[in-house]
């Protein structure tokens, strides 16, 4: 087992990490930018390294050169950042430091989407209709969506986080946003190369936790309901899919298996699909790292993911068998973001931060008192996870669990994910990849009741308010302001 591993990463994830090594004895190593001087994971690790500019999280050189300087044999990379740069952790590898996550060559062949998809195929995983080989030329597109008929969508090979992609209605559109799609690929992922997928109408995100180790076992830990996404992001996650039953969920894991053998896989990943109105399944992508919403499957499986990947990293087998695994109640996460009621990004400084300490319910904070809320990085601030021996149990305990929670001076998505939850289509479990768009969810949707309840509130309240950005204390002028 490794004696002290040095954390990549920030936020809730780099705290996530820490917790996880404390349990398994290991000395931990954090990172840290200027911004982040103050953040929970700088405190929490036995060493801290500051970093410097807010963007040094990315600067492979500086992180390979601290864990080699502060003694770490291992590299724990989280999300993001560098966990899927290949050519990091061929640096790693060849330091004779440990890089805990996959292989750079399986980093490779996953990471660009193309060379994916021809790989699933090849290994009779089924896969959305569209182009196996790099689309140049209009020319080309064109004839591709007539071909499997539009509306189609435009993506970029190396893409990820919901960049690179463009969906196309028909022949009048495609020239402008095959263009587009180009350029945004070539600046953001350093290549233009793109390809061609048939759209699935109003579609499910259905996706699948494996696990393999260096000794070719490889196992899954059923699958996640994704599907509440905004702009290609996720917001609600839950596990087990309220959409998928036994039968189907023995193909479709069956499936993600399969994914992760043809490409030789070992420790934590995730394979995700997209399912249609008929329940066909296809793959999408494999992300090759822990994901943000690893939690709800820890909560129904009992296992704890990060402890694996440390496990399999340092060479021990997975520490059970497929039999072992069971789906044991429900689980559901709510990302908390620093966004205002029009998604605009909040910022400030944490003034006041209180977790609900609730039954059920886990929260995975990255944020704390004094904790700097900036531009430069993700806005997720928190996760808050909540667990029942059903879905019915797990939403009430996690609505009870956002009524209770206390972040103050940046303002969050709280009150949105309230919304989405109340709501009849999240009871029935009824929506999709496409459903965030519908009107019925945002801030001018408010019922009378509602609207009467916030007058009441920002009259009533006491503390501090937002007027064109600046903060005051006089409560009277409620007809003005902004509550905070």
């Excluded at 809320?373 to 019915?392: A, E, F, M, Q, T």
């Excluded at 309840?453 to 409620?478: D, E, H, P, S, T």
């Amino acid at each position: 087992m490794f004696d002290k591993i040095l954390i990549s990463n920030r936020g809730e994830i780099a705290l996530r990490i820490i917790r996880a090594c404390k349990e398994l004895g290991i000395k931990t190593v954090a990172v840290y930018s200027d911004i982040d001087k103050f953040s929970p994971h700088v405190s929490a690790a036995d060493e801290s390294v500051s970093i410097g500019e807010p963007k040094a999280y990315l600067n492979q050189n500086l992180i390979l050169e601290i864990a080699l300087n502060t003694g770490a044999d291992a590299i724990h990379p989280g999300y993001g950042y560098l966990s899927e740069n290949s050519n990091f952790i061929r640096a790693v590898e060849k330091s004779k430091i440990k890089f805990i996550g996959p292989s750079a060559k399986s980093v490779e062949m996953m990471g660009n989407k193309l060379n994916a998809r021809k790989l699933m195929l090849e290994n009779n995983v089924p896969v959305v209709p569209g182009s196996v080989v790099p689309v140049n030329r209009l020319e080309d597109a064109s004839g591709i969506a007539n071909e499997i008929g539009y509306p189609i969508m435009l993506k970029a090979s190396g893409g990820g986080g919901g960049k690179g992609i463009r969906m196309v209605s028909d022949e009048k559109e495609l020239e402008q946003a095959f263009n587009l799609t180009r350029s945004e690929a070539k600046k953001a992922f350093g290549s233009d190369e793109i390809y061609i997928e048939k759209l699935i109408i109003n579609p499910k995100h259905i996706e699948v936790q494996i696990l393999g180790d260096h000794y070719g076992n490889h196992v899954h830990l059923f699958e996640r309901e994704c599907s509440l996404q905004r702009r290609f992001q996720k917001i609600i996650e839950e596990a087990p899919s309220p959409s998928i039953d036994s039968e189907l969920r023995l193909k479709i894991t069956s499936a993600a298996v399969q994914a992760a053998k043809a490409c030789n896989y070992f420790n934590a990943g995730t394979v995700e699909f997209l399912m249609d109105e008929n329940r066909n399944f296809y793959f999408l992508e494999m992300n090759t790292r822990i994901q943000v919403e690893h939690p709800v499957t820890e909560s129904i499986t009992g296992i704890d993911i990060v402890k694996e990947q440390i496990k399999i990293a340092a060479g021990e087998r997975i520490s059970f068998e497929q039999d072992d695994v069971a789906i044991k109640g429900h689980s559901i996460e709510c990302r908390i973001n620093s966004e205002d009621f029009d998604f605009s990004p909040s910022t400030g400084k944490i003034t006041n931060h209180k977790i609900p300490n609730l039954p059920g319910v886990r929260v995975d904070y990255g944020i704390d008192i004094g904790s700097e809320v900036s531009l430069y990085y993700d806005p997720l601030l928190s996760k808050v996870i909540s667990y029942g021996r059903n879905r019915r149990e797990a939403l009430a305990r996690m609505l009870n669990a956002l009524e209770n929670y206390l972040i103050t001076d940046v303002e969050t998505n709280i009150p949105f994910l309230k919304r989405i939850l109340k709501s009849e289509i999240f009871a029935n479990a009824s929506f999709n990849i496409n459903t965030l768009k519908n009107a019925a969810f945002t801030k001018e949707e408010n019922t009378d009741l509602e609207i009467a309840a916030v007058i009441a509130a920002v009259m009533n309240y006491r503390g501090r308010f937002k007027v064109n950005g600046n903060l005051i204390n006089n409560q009277n002028r409620w007809t003005e302001l902004k509550y905070d």
